[in-house]
């Protein structure tokens, strides 16, 4: 894993962002591809005059979606005066030129919602508590309004929403998710799942999930998972027992993308940001 380097010179900013993932390769920039930390990255970097690289609190993947990712970028200090107005007017937040610049800049499938001085131990990615994402999708004859087809999956079969839900809660706690990650090198696949509950409105469905973090595919796989009990292909039993899988199971197929957007991410009070990076770090290692 890459990792980042903080100079004493260095103004660490704390990023949200909303972006619509349909036309990203993702968050982390790759040669090549259009990404989500590729298109701010070039614009904060036109800004500052020197490059710059954001860090994020969720990777998400291909077609993901998020109202409420957070990012951190360092500044050299040197840098920092070229987000400032020539003229600042009372008053006003220190980093409005900046986030004003970032709204002509940024394509209009990624919007940067607010720009603040990071507080001291901040880091997007390692201080933080949890992670809440929703899926959604729609059980309708007609599929999805085309307003939201971008963000809610078509399913074109009924499924049982208490069945999905009695399954969900055996999934709650720390357990080894291996059957619902897709393999990377080096990374685990123990994680603390908090929330995972369901909720129906009309044709529409949504999954609440929340955890300490997730893996790759996580969210998705848990979600394909429960679509087949769902569908009554699979039963609650079967679900359950995945969690003593070793690998990622090929009994099911991870939930399409377009239906899945990250909401929000927790931290903790300013003064515990740093104690928190210190235990992130070391459930990571072990």
């Known amino acids: 894993m890459t990792r980042q380097t903080t100079s004493s010179e260095d103004v660490r900013l704390r990023l949200d962002i909303a972006y619509d993932g349909t036309e990203f ?5 790759q040669t090549g591809q259009r990404t ?7 614009s904060l970097t036109t800004v500052f005059r ?9 990777r998400t993947d291909t077609g993901v979606h998020a109202t409420g990712q957070v990012a951190h970028v360092d500044v050299p200090a040197a840098a920092l005066p070229n987000a400032y107005a020539r003229s ?19 394509p209009a499938d990624v919007r940067v919602l607010g720009i603040m001085r990071a507080p001291a131990g901040f880091d997007a990615r390692f201080s933080a508590l949890r992670r809440h994402y929703e899926y959604r999708l729609s059980t309708a004859a007609y599929g999805v309004e085309p307003q939201q087809a971008r ?70 796989s848990l979600v394909g998972a429960l679509l087949a009990v769902g569908e009554h292909r699979r039963t609650r039993d079967w679900c359950r027992e995945l969690l003593d899988a070793t690998a990622r199971s090929s009994d099911f197929a991870a939930a399409p993308a377009q239906g899945l957007t990250l909401v929000s991410v927790d931290y903790p009070p300013d003064d515990e940001l740093a104690s928190r990076i210190l235990i992130t770090r070391d459930l990571r290692t072990r």
Do not use: K, N
């Open 151 to 220: 963000y809610i999956t078509a399913w074109p079969r009924d499924l049982d929403v208490d069945a999905m839900s009695d399954a969900s809660q055996d999934l709650l706690g720390l357990h080894d998710f291996a059957a619902f990650c897709r393999y990377r090198q080096g990374a685990t696949t123990i994680r603390d799942l908090q929330r995972l509950d369901w909720s129906r409105d009309g044709d529409l469905i949504t999954a609440h999930v929340s955890a300490d973090a997730f893996c790759w595919q996580m969210v998705r």
């Open 25 to 29: 390769a993702g968050w982390a920039t």
């Open 50 to 58: 020197t490059p710059v690289r954001l860090w994020a609190a969720g």
């Open 36 to 42: 989500v930390a590729g298109v701010i990255d070039d």
């Open 88 to 106: 600042p007017r009372d008053g006003d937040p220190e980093f409005l030129p900046l986030l004003r610049r970032l709204g002509r800049f940024l």
